[in-house]
C-alpha cells in the first residue's frame, strides 16, 4: 500500500514556526494537487493549503499571512512551513496528494502549540 511519509510535527511556543514535509513514493506518478489538512480534537478535517504541479496556491483564509506551502515536483515533495503559530494551529496535520487515478493520504504529525 502506498504510503506518504510526513515529517516535521512536534510542540512550539506561541508565534513559533514549524516545516512540515511530506513525500510520496517514487512510484507515485502524474500528481496533480499537493496540499495539507488538518483536524483538531472534537473538529472536522479542514483544508490548510494547496498547490498546483505549477505552483498555484490556495491558503485557508485563517492561516493566510502565516503559512506558505511550496513543492519539489522531481522529489514529489510538498512542505508547509508555518509561521507565528496559534494555540488554535494545534491539530493533526494530513498530507494529501492526488493523481488521475486516485487520492493518497499521509498518517497525519501532530503539531502542538503551547500558551
Known amino acids: 500500500q502506498v504510503q506518504l511519509v510526513e515529517s516535521g510535527g512536534g510542540l512550539v511556543q506561541v508565534g513559533g514556526s514549524l516545516r512540515l514535509s511530506c513525500a510520496a513514493p517514487?512510484?507515485?506518478?502524474?500528481?496533480?494537487?499537493m496540499g495539507w489538512y488538518r483536524q483538531a480534537p472534537g473538529k472536522q478535517r479542514e483544508l490548510v493549503a494547496a498547490i498546483t504541479r505549477g505552483g498555484s496556491t490556495n491558503y485557508a483564509d485563517f492561516v493566510k499571512g502565516r503559512f506558505t506551502i511550496s513543492r519539489e515536483n522531481a522529489k514529489n515533495t510538498v512542505y508547509l512551513q508555518a509561521n507565528s503559530l496559534k494555540p488554535e494551529d494545534t491539530a493533526v496535520y494530513y498530507c494529501?496528494?492526488?493523481?488521475?487515478?486516485?487520492?493518497?493520504w499521509g498518517q497525519g504529525t501532530q503539531v502542538t502549540v503551547s500558551s
Open positions: 517514487a512510484g507515485v506518478f502524474n500528481i496533480n494537487m
Open positions: 494529501w496528494v492526488t493523481t488521475p487515478a486516485r487520492a493518497y
